[in-house]
């Protein structure tokens, strides 16, 4: 055969096949748009007027066309901050969508300005990120590709376009795969109001935002409310920021406000004015100023350094005045020593590349962290993490949200928190029970809230914690069990430090209530082991003021082995079990 006919047969060939997957592809996918579902459920997170807006991805409402002034209105058709999360075990993610406006910036990049990202979480609740191909065309298009998730579901977060207006957006998967959006999160949001760098100049992606990057490490919502240049305390702004039920507000305008035609006298009052607006509307509500975080150039440049240093002492100033002299509470402030930026952390001097952007996250991480008295630990057991290792038997987030729903239309006077030993057991939320008859006969008499949550470690249950699962309620008790799941991957210095820190965030949320830590129950081949850990449960009871109970002798022999008779599994308790454990519960309640 001739050379020539034989390269054609191959072109052929592959043509074909190229042509055959495209084929397939055109027929065999799911596509969901975030904005246009077909049930009343929203799935476009970062957006705080979803009812209300002129462009299905726009970020304030309609009406504020015509009170904001045109470039902010300009602006807040952009997606920054903007987010959708969803559930799939596709090997292969598809995005498609139309942007409005140029693709990318001089001193920024198409996929920052434009692209997507993608992360990933796994059952232990860890980040991944997430790599895939793009092409920036008239329609631009990310392919991701997850070898790894080897058909398990994972639940994603895909960050939408930071300094660009969407059109439309299409995630594609394979029909055969599943696709779970996951609706809107009903935790309140911590709004910021800032400049360009709060939109996100000049990060390399979406993910890598400082204020996508808090999203992550807190795991809140993050609503982004940034204007590149025109972050200027504006009242019009102000007064839409009023409208929102936050969880924390955040001021970081200072960089739009070094121009000295805003003199002292006007900076402070306009200062004083925002704060003012948003405390008139939200009383509780904390707020933190954030120093101007400098320019990585005044070193060399004395005018720009001045510029800064003279709006942060201003502001100072209006803060101590506030704090000290007013005795205004629930107002805070991030100074730029505890940013950090420096002369590798800006593209320009003024605006953050990625490690920049990594010291803003961290500097607002910790400050957060002390506001609402979360503990800041590089301990596994003390860093907050959700999980779902028991999926598809249910699913965490679900159970999570199905509790804070609840929390509006009941009180419960007891609550138990643990793991699936408590979960199964009964009550509300409704759910598979192993101990309907034990439950109602001991527990249903305390009007009961199962916060339990089958394979939770510590660390999860402190998550659930920090993310209001107590908020709303005033039990007369709280019954703590938790641990076992644990024991594979913590030592028992680890697991006692992590739930000291538990009990405390438990403490600082619901300071009535009468708290019983629980031993852990004896397991299987683990008998010695949680015998002395609840030893160390007891001494830290005793530390903290704290009652303790541990049922563990009635699930054991006289050999100090489990009674199997008592157990389904070896570690989970049967009917005649939840019997004992009801009872011994209600007898010990402080």
């Given at each position: 055969?001739?050379?020539?006919?034989?390269?054609?047969?191959?072109?052929?060939?592959?043509?074909?096949?190229?042509?055959?997957?495209?084929?397939?592809?055109?027929?065999?996918?799911?596509?969901?748009?975030?904005?246009?579902?077909?049930?009343?459920?929203?799935?476009?997170?970062?957006?705080?007027?979803?009812?209300?807006?002129?462009?299905?991805?726009?970020?304030?409402?309609?009406?504020?066309?015509?009170?904001?002034?045109?470039?902010?209105?300009?602006?807040?058709?952009?997606?920054?901050?903007?987010?959708?999360?969803?559930?799939?075990?596709?090997?292969?993610?598809?995005?498609?969508?139309?942007?409005?406006?140029?693709?990318?910036?001089?001193?920024?990049?198409?996929?920052?300005?434009?692209?997507v990202d993608l992360y990933a979480r796994d059952q232990d609740g860890n980040w991944r990120w997430c790599h895939g191909p793009y092409s920036f065309k008239d329609t631009i298009q990310y392919a991701f590709n997850m070898t790894n998730a080897q058909g398990k579901a994972l639940e994603y977060t895909l960050y939408l376009p930071l300094y660009n207006s969407v059109s439309w957006m299409t995630i594609q998967v394979?029909?055969?795969?599943?696709?779970?959006?996951?609706?809107?999160?009903?935790?309140?949001?911590?709004?910021?109001?800032?400049?360009?760098?709060?939109?996100?100049?000049?990060?390399?992606?979406?993910?890598?935002?400082?204020?996508?990057?808090?999203s992550r490490k807190l795991d809140f919502p993050v609503a982004n409310l940034a204007f590149s240049g025109n972050g200027r305390l504006e009242p019009e702004v102000v007064a839409l920021l009023s409208e929102i039920d936050a969880r924390l507000f955040i001021l970081d305008c200072l960089p739009n406000l070094t121009n000295l035609s805003y003199t002292t006298a006007i900076l402070k009052n306009k200062i004083v004015q925002t704060?003012?607006?948003?405390?008139?509307?939200?009383?509780?509500?904390?707020?933190?100023?954030?120093?101007?975080?400098?320019?990585?150039?005044?070193?060399?440049?004395?005018?720009?350094?001045?510029?800064?240093?003279?709006?942060?002492?201003?502001?100072?100033?209006?803060?101590?005045?506030?704090?000290?002299?007013?005795?205004?509470?629930?107002?805070?402030?991030?100074?730029?020593?505890?940013?950090?930026?420096?002369?590798?952390?800006?593209?320009?001097?003024?605006?953050?590349?990625?490690?920049?952007?990594?010291?803003?996250?961290?500097?607002?991480?910790?400050?957060?962290n002390e506001i609402f008295q979360q503990h800041d630990d590089t301990l596994v057991t003390c860093i907050p993490?959700?999980?779902y290792r028991d999926a598809p038997l249910y699913f965490w987030t679900d159970r999570h949200q199905a509790i804070l729903k609840l929390n509006q239309r009941y009180q419960p006077h007891l609550v138990l928190i643990g793991n699936s030993i408590t979960h199964f057991w009964g009550g509300l939320p409704i759910g598979p029970a192993r101990g309907k008859d034990s439950w109602s006969k001991y527990i249903d008499q305390y009007r009961p809230l199962n916060l339990g949550f089958g394979w939770d470690k510590i660390e999860n249950a402190l998550w659930r914690i920090y993310h209001d699962e107590l908020q709303g309620i005033s039990p007369k008790y709280i019954v703590v069990m938790l641990g076992v799941n644990n024991l594979g991957t913590n030592t028992d210095n680890e697991i006692k430090r992590g739930m000291e820190n538990l009990l405390q965030a438990i403490h600082v949320r619901q300071p009535k209530a009468r708290l019983l830590l629980m031993g852990i129950l004896p397991c299987?081949?683990?008998?010695?082991?949680?015998?002395?850990?609840?030893?160390?449960?007891?001494?830290?009871?005793?530390?903290?003021?704290i009652s303790f109970a541990d049922a563990g002798p009635l699930f054991l022999q006289k050999d100090g082995r489990i009674k199997e008779s008592l157990f389904s599994?070896?570690?989970?308790?049967?009917?005649?079990?939840?019997?004992?454990?009801?009872?011994?519960?209600?007898?010990?309640?402080p």
């Open positions: 055969m001739p050379k020539y006919q034989l390269i054609k047969k191959i072109y052929l060939c592959l043509l074909c096949c190229i042509l055959f997957s495209m084929f397939l592809e055109a027929q065999e996918l799911k596509t969901f748009s975030p904005v246009h579902s077909s049930d009343t459920n929203r799935y476009l997170e970062g957006q705080l007027w979803p009812r209300e807006t002129k462009d299905p991805y726009d970020r304030f409402p309609a009406r504020a066309e015509n009170i904001v002034r045109k470039v902010v209105w300009d602006l807040s058709t952009s997606t920054a901050g903007e987010q959708v999360r969803f559930r799939t075990n596709a090997q292969k993610i598809v995005v498609k969508y139309q942007v409005k406006g140029n693709l990318q910036m001089p001193h920024m990049p198409a996929t920052g300005v434009s692209g394979a029909d055969s795969c599943t696709f779970d959006p996951l609706p809107v999160r009903t935790e309140k949001p911590i709004v910021v109001y800032g400049t360009s760098i709060a939109q996100g100049a000049c990060a390399s992606r979406p993910g890598m935002a400082w204020t996508n990057i808090l704060i003012h607006d948003l405390r008139k509307k939200h009383p509780e509500v904390p707020i933190l100023l954030t120093d101007h975080d400098g320019y990585t150039d005044g070193d060399s440049n004395t005018e720009r350094k001045i510029a800064y240093e003279r709006v942060n002492t201003i502001q100072h100033q209006v803060f101590d005045s506030l704090t000290q002299q007013a005795g205004l509470q629930k107002l805070y402030y991030l100074e730029r020593e505890a940013i950090g930026q420096d002369i590798e952390s800006m593209v320009d001097g003024t605006h953050p590349n990625d490690i920049g952007m990594m010291h803003y996250a961290d500097a607002y991480t910790k400050k957060i993490k959700t999980q299987k081949d683990r008998e010695e082991r949680v015998s002395k850990l609840n030893q160390q449960y007891q001494q830290l009871a005793q530390q903290l003021q599994d070896g570690l989970h308790p049967n009917a005649e079990g939840y019997a004992l454990l009801g009872k011994f519960i209600t007898r010990n309640l």
